[in-house]
């Protein structure tokens, strides 16, 4: 197979660290950033800003999933260790929140941003943040189940 695994598990952990680390730049250092704009200049620039991670993040997903995918059938697919399952059970769970975030509550900031409908593109912006935090849980949780339960 040659260097496949390696491969594989090279582009796994740069995508994971686009992945992980792009929410922690956007909540723990954008947001607190731009909490003191008025909803007139931060809203549209959490759109643009969304606009191009989301995008970022679908690609990252993409390979995730394919690496992810490509790896677990090599060791065994569900017959893999609990944690490589449970890896793959939280990534999923992870995607459909990115999925719910990017295709439900995004077009959400956008109409708002578009009618200037400043109360209602906070609220989403807010449901964002929420999901946000959600995942960036399940990515240190999933983080730590694929790392720290390796038994060796
Ligand atoms: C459908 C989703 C996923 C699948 C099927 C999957 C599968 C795998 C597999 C098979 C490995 C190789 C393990 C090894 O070399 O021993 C791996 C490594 C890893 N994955 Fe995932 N993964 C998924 C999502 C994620 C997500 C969302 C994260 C983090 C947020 C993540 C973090 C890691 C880490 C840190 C490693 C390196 C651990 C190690 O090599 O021991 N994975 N993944």
Redesign the pocket.
């Known amino acids: 197979m040659g260097y496949a ?1 390696e491969i594989a ?1 090279f582009a ?2 740069l995508s ?1 660290a686009v ?2 680390g792009g929410m922690v730049f956007a909540h723990f250092c954008l947001r607190p950033g731009l909490a003191d704009l008025a909803p007139q200049l931060r809203l549209p620039l959490w759109e643009s800003v969304f606009g191009s991670f989301f995008n970022w993040i679908g690609g990252a997903v993409i390979v ?2 394919v ?3 490509f ?2 059938m ?2 065994g697919g569900a017959n ?1 260790a609990w944690q ?1 399952n449970t ?2 059970a ?3 769970v ?2 459909l929140i990115y999925g719910h975030i990017r295709f439900a509550v995004f077009p959400r900031i956008r109409r708002a941003v578009q009618s200037q409908s400043w109360p209602e593109g906070a609220q989403a912006v807010n449901t964002v943040r929420r999901l946000v935090v959600v995942n960036l849980v ?3 949780v ?2 730590g189940v ?2 720290l339960a ?1 038994g060796y």
Request: proline fraction near 0%; charged fraction near 5%; charge should be neutral.
């Open positions: 695994m598990l796994h952990l994971v992945w992980v995730i999933l690496s992810g995918g790896m677990l090599e060791f893999a490589l890896m793959a939280l990534g999923s992870m995607m399940l990515g240190v999933t983080i694929a790392v390796r």
